[in-house]
């Protein structure tokens, strides 16, 4: 353990924060509270919540009075910012580390809601390790694991998961879950923070896995009209 205020121990939180920015996106109140609006409308009134990635804590901030009497579990990976979300939600349960290590029951969450990390790189997770997912794919797989059945995952997500040419992730996920909606939000959702094209995925879990195919699973080329701009330049 390091001295709090010590120049070392500065340095190495400086790097662990600095090392969490690559991947992680503030995410206003104003994309929490909506998608909170849709997990009560599927009918949560009380129960598990896991915010994995939390931060510190939004999506538990933005959390409707109503489900104040939700248990929350929240994961981050970062120390500093865990022990800010332990502060300002000392009635959840925080756990400082990554989301692959927590020690978590399956089947033991009515809901998983959060801001997962986008980027090109996979989680060294044994139990997923051979399906090839990328960290915000695995994401969904492993609250898929953590949810009970009929259970809600709701995350902020990379455009990549619905929009990747490759649908292996997508069937996967339609496996094991129904797609019950999603939105795009502007690039600008996160301004002044970041300039990112993500979208808010919905899904329920299903009683038992099964072998489908949907739609939603694939992607297809569409063509738009060239703007007078684009025109122009050619």
């Known amino acids: 353990a390091c001295l709090v205020g010590s120049e070392m121990c500065i340095r190495d939180r400086y790097a662990a924060a600095r090392a969490s920015t ?21 009918g949560l ?22 489900l104040a009497g ?6 981050e990976l970062d120390g500093l910012t865990a022990r800010i979300a332990r502060a300002l939600h000392p009635s959840a349960e925080i756990i400082h580390g990554g989301f692959e290590h927590a020690d978590l029951d399956d089947e033991s969450f009515d ?27 695995w994401f969904f797989a492993r609250a898929l694991d953590l949810v009970r059945p009929g259970g809600i995952v709701a995350f902020v997500t990379s455009k990549g998961t619905l929009d990747k040419k490759n649908p292996a992730a997508r ?23 970041a300039e990112v094209t993500a979208d808010v995925v ?11 195919e949907p739609e939603w699973a694939h992607t297809c080329l569409l063509y738009t009209s060239p703007s007078p701009r684009d025109m122009r330049r050619s």
């Not at 690559?22 to 994309?31: G, H, R, V």
């Not at 939700?70 to 994961?75: A, D, E, F, T």
């Open 22 to 42: 690559l991947t992680a996106f503030y995410t206003p109140q104003e994309i929490a509270r909506p998608i909170w609006e849709a997990i009560r409308g599927m």
């Open 45 to 66: 009134s009380g129960g598990r919540v896991l915010e994995p990635s939390c931060g510190t804590g939004a999506f538990f901030a933005a959390m409707p009075e109503a």
């Open 70 to 75: 939700c248990r929350l579990v929240g994961v």
């Open 111 to 137: 809901v998983a809601v959060g801001n997962v990390p986008f980027g090109s790189y996979q989680v060294d997770d044994p139990r997923h390790r051979d399906e090839g997912l990328l960290v915000h794919d």
């Open 171 to 193: 069937r996967r996920i339609a496996e094991r879950a129904e797609l019950v909606g999603a939105v795009r939000l502007p690039n600008t959702a996160f301004s002044p923070h």
């Open 202 to 212: 919905i899904l329920q879990k299903r009683e038992r896995a099964e072998v489908c």
